[in-house]
């Protein structure tokens, strides 16, 4: 009970998993470090890092344990009911801490928020970082009154709007020599502007349309420190990151001419956007080098208009497809239902665009009603009816009933399992053209789940296959033999199991002698030639053997065109799964038709 801490500010992030971090809290702490370095004596910063799954009895007793005197927490959608189970306890364990909210998530309510909550001694809205330096001199210096400074709301009201920060005084908080320890095995977030020039209605940064750009030879040096320590990935959090084309252009052409060979970057980007130049410096980068997210949201004219969306969708389809043709960028595209004047139709025509477009992931999402956005303003006009509760997701709308909403949560889930897990990428095509429409398809799966109790128990990975195999067979019962080399096609991609799944035919190669030898002798060919098998060098035939995979196929499984896949073979070929070299963006093993 007698424990002290070092810590007399604490700046609180609470994640929504570990792997994530949270760079306002950094970026704040890295700003006062900075431009308040002289503090007095007893005036230490801290950071404390949670998530939303650790029990909050445990957060508590950890926060406690600090001790703090100022403790200020960053509030998001994923984390405000947390934030708020703890607010309810904090005071009766600690009740000198004065406590402080900031965050997207208070920013634009903090008034009614201050009264709900009376224990707060206040809130920060919008940008924080020179905010927080003041509210520090506040408490170190005693020099002046909350009232006087802008940024935040208190007890006596608010005290005004502060300017927009020039993002290039922010100092790069990744640098520390405690860094690499802190951020081992996490995502890192990068910011090289603020603010978007765009206006869609369901965005909070549609609020702050002025774009700042940091210098891009401080961009360069700073994206050099994740190159020279080999981070694992880094996600851009800019809102629209290629809104400014040189900036844009600048950035990707340093990453190509610079690549490490292991860092990924994350873009959130406008397809329809892109230009020729950054096209042409795409192409030439390492597969996995960077991966795109591209916001759709929607393909109707009316509901894009809307929620002031500008977009070219001819435009964007073109280049997605080119940038698929490159074989080098994972293209991640987002779906959001429940917007005005999309009907379940009409989502469903949103949805089978997206599809035709090949996204290596495609995210059906859900509108979240954030608070201060401007569809929050109009959600009775709309007739849009949310959750009271983070994260404030749609329950119906005027076009849109929560039974549309329930079988676009199914959809979701099939998307989920067999779409964008990547496990499936020959046998759903295949499968697709049983129904009139692959939204169709997956509104079908979702039922068979629903009508086998697999939504609420969940089949294992490897089942998966199975249920996919039972599915394919209700829809075309003639195809049993197709679908089943499609699918052990698509799971030997995957990995090489020790046990041969359960819907697989017999593999003649184990149960025949004459196959057997024909294997045998393949193998220790190929183990004096490498004809096929590169980076094997030294390894017996039987350690080939098991380090690799041969199946027979009856059926063309392989193909790239689908419809190829569905015409039964003259003859039997027999494939070669390599598992020493796979694909770098989808980690799918190399494979080769070969002759026993």
Same mark, same amino acid.
Not at 436 to 442: D, I, K, Q, R, V
């Given at each position: 009970?007698?424990?002290?801490?070092?810590?007399?500010?604490?700046?609180i992030?609470i994640?929504?998993?570990?792997?994530?971090?949270?760079?306002a809290?950094y970026?704040?702490?890295?700003?006062?470090?900075?431009?308040?370095?002289?503090?007095?004596?007893?005036?230490?910063?801290?950071?404390?890092?949670?998530?939303?799954?650790?029990?909050?009895?445990?957060?508590?007793?950890?926060i406690?344990?600090?001790?703090?005197?100022v403790?200020?927490?960053?509030?998001?959608?994923?984390?405000?009911?947390?934030?708020?189970?703890l607010?309810?306890?904090?005071?009766?364990?600690?009740?000198?801490?004065?406590?402080?909210?900031?965050?997207?998530?208070?920013s634009?309510?903090?008034?009614?928020?201050?009264?709900?909550?009376?224990?707060?001694?206040?809130?920060?809205?919008g940008?924080g970082?020179?905010?927080?330096?003041?509210?520090?001199?506040y408490y170190?210096?005693?020099?002046?009154?909350?009232?006087?400074?802008?940024?935040?709301?208190?007890?006596?009201?608010?005290?005004?709007?502060?300017?927009?920060?020039?993002?290039d005084r922010l100092p790069?908080?990744?640098?520390?020599t405690?860094?690499?320890?802190?951020?081992?095995?996490?995502?890192?977030?990068?910011?090289?502007?603020?603010?978007?020039?765009f206006?869609?209605?369901?965005?909070l940064?549609?609020?702050?349309?002025?774009?700042?750009?940091r210098?891009?030879?401080?961009?360069l040096?700073?994206?050099?420190?994740?190159?020279?320590?080999?981070?694992?990935?880094?996600?851009?959090?800019?809102?629209?990151?290629?809104?400014?084309?040189?900036?844009?252009?600048?950035?990707?052409?340093?990453?190509?001419?610079?690549?490490?060979?292991?860092?990924?970057?994350?873009?959130?980007?406008?397809?329809?956007?892109?230009?020729?130049?950054?096209?042409?410096?795409?192409?030439?980068?390492?597969?996995?080098?960077?991966?795109?997210?591209?916001?759709?949201?929607s393909?109707?004219?009316?509901?894009?208009?809307?929620?002031?969306?500008?977009?070219d969708?001819?435009a964007?389809?073109?280049?997605?497809?080119?940038?698929? #043709?490159? +074989?080098?960028? @994972?293209?991640?595209?987002? $779906? %959001?239902?429940?917007?005005?004047?999309e009907?379940?139709?009409s989502? =469903?025509?949103?949805?089978?665009?997206?599809?035709?477009m090949?996204p290596?992931?495609?995210?059906l999402g859900?509108?979240?009603?954030?608070?201060?956005?401007?569809?929050?303003?109009?959600?009775?006009?709309?007739?849009?009816?949310?959750?009271?509760?983070?994260?404030?997701?749609?329950?119906?709308t005027?076009?849109?009933?929560?039974?549309?909403?329930?079988?676009?949560?199914?959809?979701?889930?099939m998307v989920?399992?067999?779409?964008? #897990?990547? +496990?499936?990428? @020959?046998?759903?095509?295949v $499968? %697709?053209?049983?129904?009139?429409?692959?939204?169709?398809?997956?509104? =079908?799966?979702?039922d068979?789940?629903?009508?086998n109790?697999?939504?609420?128990?969940?089949?294992?990975?490897?089942?998966?296959?199975?249920?996919?195999?039972d599915?394919?067979?209700?829809?075309?019962?003639?195809?049993?033999?197709?679908f089943v080399e499609l699918l052990?096609?698509d799971?030997?991609l995957?990995?090489?199991?020790?046990s041969?799944?359960?819907?697989?035919?017999?593999?003649?190669?184990?149960?025949?002698?004459?196959?057997?030898q024909?294997?045998?002798?393949f193998f220790?060919?190929?183990?004096?030639?490498?004809?096929?098998?590169?980076?094997?060098?030294?390894?017996?035939?039987?350690?080939?053997?098991?380090?690799?995979?041969?199946?027979?196929?009856?059926?063309?499984v392989?193909?790239?065109?689908?419809a190829?896949?569905?015409?039964r073979?003259?003859?039997?070929?027999?494939?070669?799964?390599?598992?020493r070299?796979?694909?770098?963006?989808?980690?799918?093993a190399?494979?080769?038709?070969?002759?026993?």
């Amino acid at each position: 009970m007698n424990q002290t801490s070092d810590n007399k500010v604490l700046l609180i992030g609470i994640n929504a998993k570990y792997i994530h971090s949270n760079p306002a809290v950094y970026s704040l702490k890295a700003y006062a470090d900075k431009y308040y370095p002289d503090r007095p004596d007893g005036c230490a910063l801290g950071i404390a890092e949670y998530t939303i799954n650790q029990p909050p009895g445990a957060i508590l007793a950890d926060i406690y344990q600090k001790r703090p005197q100022v403790a200020a927490f960053s509030c998001y959608i994923w984390n405000w009911d947390l934030v708020q189970e703890l607010l309810a306890e904090l005071p009766k364990l600690l009740p000198e801490t004065a406590l402080w909210l900031g965050g997207p998530e208070v920013s634009f309510h903090a008034q009614e928020l201050l009264q709900a909550f009376p224990q707060l001694t206040g809130i920060m809205v919008g940008e924080g970082e020179a905010t927080f330096l003041e509210l520090l001199k506040y408490y170190w210096e005693h020099t002046t009154a909350l009232q006087g400074i802008k940024g935040i709301v208190c007890k006596e009201g608010f005290t005004g709007e502060r300017a927009l920060t020039d993002i290039d005084r922010l100092p790069f908080f990744y640098s520390d020599t405690d860094m690499p320890a802190t951020f081992k095995n996490r995502i890192l977030y990068y910011e090289s502007q603020r603010g978007c020039p765009f206006q869609c209605a369901y965005c909070l940064s549609s609020i702050d349309r002025k774009v700042r750009l940091r210098s891009i030879q401080t961009v360069l040096s700073e994206l050099q420190y994740f190159l020279d320590n080999n981070a694992a990935q880094v996600k851009f959090i800019d809102r629209t990151f290629n809104c400014n084309e040189q900036h844009a252009l600048s950035i990707w052409k340093f990453l190509l001419e610079n690549d490490n060979g292991v860092t990924n970057f994350h873009f959130e980007i406008a397809a329809d956007l892109l230009t020729s130049s950054q096209l042409e410096v795409m192409r030439g980068m390492r597969p996995g080098l960077i991966q795109l997210e591209i916001g759709v949201q929607s393909t109707n004219e009316d509901t894009l208009r809307a929620v002031n969306r500008h977009m070219d969708i001819d435009a964007l389809r073109k280049t997605v497809s080119a940038i698929r #043709s490159f +074989q080098n960028i @994972h293209q991640h595209i987002d $779906l %959001i239902a429940g917007l005005p004047h999309e009907d379940l139709g009409s989502f =469903a025509r949103s949805f089978n665009d997206v599809y035709a477009m090949a996204p290596d992931q495609l995210q059906l999402g859900f509108l979240k009603v954030l608070k201060g956005s401007p569809i929050e303003q109009r959600a009775g006009e709309y007739g849009i009816v949310y959750s009271s509760r983070p994260p404030y997701e749609v329950l119906y709308t005027r076009w849109l009933g929560f039974d549309d909403i329930l079988k676009l949560k199914g959809i979701e889930e099939m998307v989920e399992i067999y779409y964008n #897990s990547g +496990q499936f990428t @020959h046998t759903l095509p295949v $499968l %697709i053209q049983q129904f009139a429409s692959p939204f169709h398809m997956y509104g =079908a799966l979702a039922d068979y789940y629903r009508a086998n109790g697999y939504m609420t128990s969940t089949p294992s990975r490897i089942y998966r296959y199975q249920v996919l195999l039972d599915f394919a067979c209700s829809a075309a019962s003639d195809r049993h033999d197709l679908f089943v080399e499609l699918l052990t096609f698509d799971l030997y991609l995957r990995e090489n199991l020790k046990s041969r799944p359960a819907f697989a035919q017999e593999n003649i190669m184990e149960k025949d002698p004459a196959e057997k030898q024909k294997l045998r002798r393949f193998f220790e060919h190929e183990k004096q030639t490498h004809d096929h098998l590169n980076g094997y060098e030294g390894c017996t035939s039987v350690q080939l053997l098991r380090m690799t995979h041969v199946e027979r196929f009856t059926f063309p499984v392989w193909k790239t065109c689908a419809a190829e896949r569905t015409t039964r073979l003259e003859s039997p070929v027999h494939v070669l799964f390599d598992y020493r070299n796979r694909n770098a963006l989808t980690h799918d093993a190399a494979y080769f038709t070969i002759t026993l």
